[in-house]
């Protein structure tokens, strides 16, 4: 049976139909998700919105599109995960307004370095003083770990900047940046036992 036809069933509600169509698409849906990266997020949770947009697809699809679902799929999901990520780093401007500076640097500044924050739920003024000790140390460690290319990666990324205008600036292609902040998500695992 085509995937035409098993939509037409879907729409109708055979669950089962729509459950061959889940089926046939999970690697569709892995392979897109690879290609993105959600702040304080997994692929666990890009997974579940590239359902979400698979399932908007099979309810919208309409052979009067002229174009395959196959086609028609992808582009929701990709939409969807698009939407998702582009959510998640909205956000930029209540982690700025939250945040700790890491590692004060201006884009200006001789040596290269990048400012990185991390976000902190409005912390009291004694509480920033007890952690200033703490964040030096958190310094030390991400200047460690990141290397100065993936310091600048992180540090637009959380501007809220796009992988083409980081590309634009760093003259890295956006399979790069991927593998970059794929890294430092896992260099900086450690982040999560300080908070």
């Known amino acids: 049976m085509s995937d ?3 939509v037409l069933r879907a729409q109708k509600g ?3 139909a729509e459950l061959e169509i889940y089926s046939r698409y999970k690697n569709l849906l892995l392979k897109i998700c690879r290609g993105y990266f959600l702040v304080d997020g997994s692929i666990e949770d890009l997974v579940q919105e590239a359902m979400i947009g698979l399932f908007k697809a099979i309810k919208s699809f309409s052979r009067q599109k002229e174009v395959s679902f196959a086609t028609y799929a992808g582009l929701c999901v990709k939409r969807q995960v698009q939407t998702a990520v582009k959510k998640a780093t909205s956000q930029k401007n209540l982690i700025l307004s939250s945040a700790l500076p890491l ?3 201006s884009d200006d500044d001789e040596d290269g370095s990048s ?4 976000p902190s739920s409005d912390p009291l003024p004694d509480e920033i003083l007890i952690s200033k000790e703490t964040v030096a140390q958190i310094k030390l460690e991400i200047k460690k770990r990141l290397s100065a290319m993936e310091q600048k990666v992180l540090s637009r990324y959380l501007r809220g900047e796009s992988y083409a205008e980081i590309s634009k600036l760093t003259g890295l292609t956006n399979k790069s940046i991927d593998n970059a902040l794929t890294r430092i998500k896992k260099k900086l695992e450690f982040l999560k036992n300080k908070a």
Do not use: R, V, Y
């Open 4 to 6: 035409e036809e098993l």
């Open 14 to 16: 055979n669950s089962d």
């Open 103 to 105: 590692i004060g640097q």
């Open 115 to 118: 400012e990185i924050i991390i």
